[in-house]
């Protein structure tokens, strides 16, 4: 077989519609290896990054990349992009596409690449733009060689090398090569090397060769902490013209305070006595923040504005006032303006947003994070609070599940520092349902219920508060979809800002919830919480298990039975302890022709090696199974 398959690529280097004997063999798509193609939707034959640090404004980035591509999936991983703006110029852009046998099928030039605004819809203006490849493939494989060189003044940010860019992506190929002629001080930091086979072959440069594809896992840590990766940056660099000295995070703060801060936060003086004016009656500085707080939820929008400075630097606050809208970044510092007029002290933050957390790189300051928090040291003496000041409806102090548990570089006119915001436990994540059931002879359940959320749970849910009517009552039927016969008769939110806590009131009808056999009811009694994925099986698992957030759920509610219904058998108590969590599901057989039931399931964040996913995943299973018991009811005749 292999004979075969070497005789075939002979044939196909050497056929005519090939233009010259010297093609790449990285083009045709038959030359990759079979194990880089295992699990793979698309491979990264060659990824070669040239940089050229000339001065501390003059950095020349060349790259040569060369993807095949084996269906719409694999398209993802082409990244045949570029940005640009006034300060990253672009020399050169191109691509050239191939099918399976290594044929031309057309070339794109840069005049030919999408060109759009660099943020989407939502940005008022922008002034950083990209160029992209919009190209749909008629069949598959197909192999996508794209070339670029850029110019950029702005030296902030450089490449970072990624041999490894993301799961289902294989790297046959992959290098780095940082060249450094003007002798600028620069630094880099090697990150998870260990058991991929990277290759140091300079004093900066870096190379890697067939790697495999890692199939994605459930429960597993973020790709960033275990992917190889190099990142590089100049300790004297200019953003936008502006020079900036970046030996660590504090030089890198200071900068960020002088160079981006300093002049924009002056407020008209009829603004400033309009906010002490507001706050007058307030006896202390907390009572004054949250009154700020909420005036400029009130009177502010959000919408990105990426401009300024590299889009790090926030538009004045005067003028966030008069427009009352501002990105992340220009109402942060409004909001830490009006605070300074009144004598508050607070610290814009920059920080990575999103559901998973990611923390600053304690270890290496560069230009990182893509959003900003304000943060407020000891308020009145108590405790540090954070703002998220682009919502117009968290709570004071509440950072949710985007910004929680996580380093921040917090900016001072001393310099940068990097603080870790508010982390919630586990024991303040709890959803708490209570209620009232009726069943009656035909199987079909009334009933009314109410649940409260706190801490990351109030997070997940307190968006159902901005709903109406009809959407609320259509997500009650996505949240129990498990329900078939579900219909969902009135809905109320109320949210306590305070605690912060969201309460939910939902009357509800289930249709044929039970099913008849005779004169026995066969139906579940754990009616709305549940657990219906286990997950998945691992021959060898390859991942640590990570639980990010630990929360609380119970449920605590009576199921009364119609005249003519008795109990005939309930599911066992169920008890669970692992290291993971706990978990327990008891029903009792009432009084007065009812059952009570009383579940509860408590996750424990943190990280587990790999070896006991077994018993991770035996755990969740137990919840699934027990969650969907059984139980009998005796119907009179």
Excluded at 42 to 68: C, G, P, S
Aim: hydrophobic share 35%; net charge negative; aromatic share 12%.
């Amino acid at each position: 077989m292999k004979n075969i398959t070497k005789l075939l690529l002979a044939f196909l280097l050497s056929y005519p519609f090939v233009s010259n004997a010297q093609m790449d063999s990285k083009l045709v798509s038959l030359t990759i290896p079979k194990k880089l193609k295992e699990y793979a939707n698309a491979v990264i034959r060659k990824n070669d990054i040239v940089v050229e640090i000339d001065d501390v404004d003059q950095v020349t980035i060349t790259k040569d990349r060369i993807v095949t591509v084996f269906g719409e999936m694999g398209m993802n991983y082409v990244n045949a992009y570029q940005h640009y703006s006034d300060s990253w110029k672009i020399k050169d852009m191109e691509v050239v596409i191939y099918d399976a046998l290594g044929k031309e099928i057309t070339k794109v030039k840069e005049r030919d690449f999408r060109d759009a605004s660099t943020v989407a819809g939502g940005t008022l203006y922008a002034d950083d733009r990209i160029k992209y490849l919009e190209y749909t493939p008629r069949s598959y494989p197909l192999t996508v060689h794209y070339t670029s060189k850029v110019v950029a003044k702005s030296t902030a940010f450089l490449p970072q090398w990624v041999p490894l860019e993301d799961f289902y992506c294989s790297t046959e190929s992959s290098s780095i090569k940082v060249i450094n002629t003007g002798q600028i001080p620069l630094k880099f930091k090697e990150m998870n090397f260990e058991g991929f086979g990277v290759k140091k072959t300079g004093e900066l440069q870096y190379e890697a060769v067939n790697l495999p594809a890692l199939k994605n896992e459930a429960f597993r840590p973020n790709f960033k902490d275990y992917a190889p990766r190099v990142k590089f940056a100049m300790k004297n660099f200019v953003m936008e013209g502006v020079p900036g000295v970046n030996n660590d995070w504090s030089d890198f703060g200071k900068w960020m305070y002088t160079d981006l801060l300093a002049d924009t936060q002056e407020l008209p003086e009829t603004v400033r006595s309009e906010i002490i004016a507001l706050t007058s009656n307030a006896t202390t500085a907390i009572e004054k923040a949250k009154i700020i707080y909420q005036y400029v939820q009130d009177r502010s929008r959000y919408i990105s504005v990426q401009v300024g400075i590299g889009g790090w630097k926030p538009i004045d606050a005067s003028i966030v006032h008069k427009m009352a809208y501002g990105d992340c970044k220009g109402l942060t510092n409004y909001t830490m303006s009006l605070l300074q007029a009144v004598g508050i002290e607070s610290h814009y933050a920059a920080i990575y947003g999103g559901s998973t957390k990611y923390s600053m790189d304690a270890g290496f300051s560069m230009t990182e994070g893509n959003h900003v928090i304000l943060y407020l040291p000891e308020l009145a003496g108590e405790k540090d609070y954070w703002l998220e000041c682009t919502s117009k409806n968290a709570p004071f102090g509440f950072m949710g599940d985007f910004t929680d548990d996580r380093d921040a570089l917090v900016i001072t006119p001393s310099g940068g520092k990097l603080m870790h915001t508010t982390t919630y436990p586990t024991n303040e994540n709890l959803q708490i349902t209570t209620g009232n059931f009726k069943i009656n002879k035909e199987g079909n359940v009334t009933g009314r219920i109410i649940m409260s959320t706190e801490g990351v749970q109030y997070a997940w849910r307190s968006d159902m508060g901005l709903q109406n009517a009809l959407d609320l009552k259509k997500n009650y039927l996505k949240f129990w979809n498990h329900l078939n016969g579900l219909s969902v008769i009135e809905a109320s939110t109320v949210t306590n800002k305070e605690i912060p806590q969201f309460e939910e009131t939902v009357e509800l009808q289930i249709q044929n919830y039970g099913s008849k056999s005779g004169d026995l009811l066969i139906f579940q009694p754990n009616i709305l919480n549940r657990h219906d994925n286990e997950p998945p099986m691992y021959e060898d698992r390859k991942f640590d298990i990570e639980i990010d957030r630990g929360y609380i759920d119970e449920d605590h509610y009576v199921i009364e039975l119609e005249e003519g219904l008795s109990v005939d058998a309930l599911p066992k108590p169920v008890y669970l302890e692992t290291k993971f969590g706990n978990y327990s599901l008891v029903f009792t057989a009432g009084d007065h022709a009812s059952i009570l039931v009383d579940r509860k399931v408590e996750m424990f964040a943190g990280l587990y090696d790999k070896s006991t996913y077994s018993d991770f995943r035996e755990f969740k299973s137990n919840i699934v199974i027990s969650d969907a018991s059984r139980g009998v009811l005796k119907i009179k005749q």
